[in-house]
């Protein structure tokens, strides 16, 4: 597994735990439909969230939530569209993302409810 692969999966572990110690319960991990994938999808107070997660280690390249293009938020209301009708929810729905800079001790988490609007 290469390095961006498995800082990629240690940022998805931490974005679950973090949701989940803030009251949300995970529904899917990796939810894909053809070429789309979301990270991770969630409810929370009868809200489907739909969470991208970009995971860095460090600021070098700039902050880790600027690395969703339009292109990754049209693949997410592809893959959003696909869940919710086959899970017939019949809620609201919100696109959030979930920013981390890995440090190993304690990674820095940046939550970004409603990103696209």
Same mark, same amino acid.
């Given at each position: 597994?290469?390095?961006? @692969? ?6 998805? +572990?931490?974005?679950?735990? %973090?949701?989940?110690?803030?009251? $949300?319960?995970?529904?899917? &991990?990796?939810?894909?439909?053809? &070429?789309?994938? *979301?990270?991770?999808?969630? @409810?929370?107070?009868?809200?489907? *969230?739909? *969470?991208?997660?970009? @995971? &860095? /280690? /460090?600021?070098? %390249?700039?902050?880790?939530? !600027? !690395?969703? /293009? +339009? ?5 997410? =209301?592809?893959?959003?569209? =696909? $869940?919710?009708e086959a899970m017939n929810w019949q809620?609201? *729905? &919100?696109?959030?993302? #979930? /920013?981390? #800079? ?8 940046? =939550?970004?409810?409603?990103? %696209? =609007?």
């Open positions: 597994m290469g390095h961006n @692969t498995h800082m990629g999966r240690q940022g998805e +572990a931490a974005a679950e735990a %973090f949701l989940l110690q803030k009251g $949300y319960l995970i529904l899917a &991990r990796n939810f894909r439909f053809k &070429r789309a994938e *979301v990270d991770l999808i969630a @409810t929370k107070e009868k809200v489907l *969230v739909l *969470v991208e997660v970009k @995971t &860095r /280690s /460090s600021q070098a %390249f700039g902050f880790p939530e !600027a !690395a969703v /293009s +339009a292109r990754k938020e049209q693949m997410l =209301h592809l893959a959003a569209e =696909h $869940y919710i809620h609201d *729905v &919100r696109f959030d993302v #979930i /920013s981390i #800079i890995w440090h190993p001790d304690r990674p820095e988490i940046l =939550h970004i409810e409603d990103a %696209f =609007h």
